[in-house]
């Protein structure tokens, strides 16, 4: 009798873990299931979503998807939001952005201020992932949208990193700027060392970090009610 009780147990115990695969031992950052509060991007994410930058996602908004890329609706929505959720007169020019849609006005805004211009007169592309290296130049033309002007790092050279030849020339100065005000730092691979990755796509969690250190550095962090000192404890490789 005992020993059914046991494996009674030890099934019931089974089923909970295979019906909550992301629950954590701790408490989940802010409540979302699929955050560990002890993750490198625990502090950037609590950052955007207490200061409305971000949501949750998925059934009852309880996922962030952290490992899930930041779409172009998602993160023009994002600076809309951070910079008051302005409107703009500019009539709708894509055709894939329908008016109702959540991300309109951040869309007509970001054209409008030249902050996140679409792929054509047309296209603005809204469900495709943003790449580290479009992330860094849409961040510097947001920058310079903010304060009319960006600091300038043609000594700086990203030859220290080793995939630096894959860096697309427009964005080059954009990432000298980003690694030079420590807003986007490498990514750290196997066997040691760090790499740009300009191609692959940025990350929820990664862009959480990376705003983060984009409003503390352009002196946001007051306004948004956050201590400068935050922005040390996430200061390693996304």
Same mark, same amino acid.
């Given at each position: 009798?005992? %020993?059914?009780? +046991?494996? !009674?147990?030890?099934?019931?115990?089974? +089923?909970? +873990?295979?019906? #909550?695969?992301?629950?954590?031992?701790?408490?989940?950052?802010?409540?979302?299931?699929?955050?560990? *509060?002890? !993750?490198?991007?625990?502090?950037?994410?609590?950052?955007?979503?207490?200061?409305?930058?971000?949501?949750?996602?998925? %059934?009852?908004?309880?996922?962030?998807?952290?490992?899930? *890329?930041?779409?172009? #609706?998602?993160?023009?929505?994002?600076?809309?939001?951070?910079?008051?959720? *302005?409107?703009?007169?500019?009539?709708?020019?894509?055709?894939?952005?329908?008016?109702? %849609?959540?991300?309109?006005?951040?869309?007509?805004?970001?054209?409008?201020?030249?902050?996140?211009?679409?792929?054509s007169a047309a296209v603005f592309a809204p469900d495709e992932a943003v790449t580290r290296e479009q992330l860094?130049?849409?961040?510097?033309?947001?920058?310079?949208?903010?304060?009319?002007?960006?600091?300038?790092?043609?000594?700086?050279?990203?030859?220290?990193?080793?995939? +630096?030849?894959?860096?697309?020339? @427009?964005?080059?100065?954009?990432?000298?700027?980003?690694?030079?005000?420590?807003?986007?730092?490498?990514?750290?691979? %196997?066997?040691?060392?760090?790499?740009?990755?300009?191609?692959?796509? #940025?990350?929820?969690?990664?862009?959480?970090?990376?705003?983060?250190?984009?409003?503390?550095?352009?002196?946001?962090?007051? @306004?948004?009610?956050?201590?400068?000192?935050?922005?040390? @404890?996430?200061?390693?490789?996304?």
């Amino acid at each position: 009798m005992h %020993k059914r009780i +046991c494996c !009674a147990v030890m099934a019931l115990a089974l +089923c909970v +873990c295979a019906l #909550a695969p992301h629950a954590y031992a701790t408490e989940p950052l802010l409540g979302f299931r699929d955050l560990n *509060p002890r !993750a490198w991007y625990a502090q950037g994410v609590r950052y955007c979503i207490e200061n409305d930058l971000m949501q949750g996602r998925g %059934k009852n908004w309880r996922y962030f998807d952290p490992n899930d *890329p930041v779409t172009r #609706a998602q993160l023009v929505t994002i600076l809309w939001r951070l910079s008051g959720e *302005p409107e703009s007169g500019l009539a709708m020019q894509y055709n894939d952005v329908p008016e109702d %849609k959540w991300y309109a006005g951040a869309a007509r805004w970001a054209l409008a201020e030249d902050v996140m211009p679409g792929y054509s007169a047309a296209v603005f592309a809204p469900d495709e992932a943003v790449t580290r290296e479009q992330l860094a130049l849409i961040l510097w033309r947001y920058a310079r949208y903010l304060n009319g002007y960006v600091p300038t790092f043609e000594e700086l050279s990203l030859d220290g990193y080793p995939d +630096c030849g894959e860096v697309d020339p @427009e964005a080059v100065e954009a990432l000298r700027w980003a690694d030079g005000m420590g807003i986007m730092t490498g990514v750290r691979v %196997k066997g040691g060392g760090e790499m740009l990755q300009p191609n692959a796509a #940025a990350s929820r969690s990664a862009t959480a970090t990376i705003l983060m250190r984009f409003c503390l550095d352009m002196g946001l962090g007051d @306004e948004l009610g956050v201590d400068a000192e935050t922005k040390t @404890e996430t200061a390693g490789t996304e």
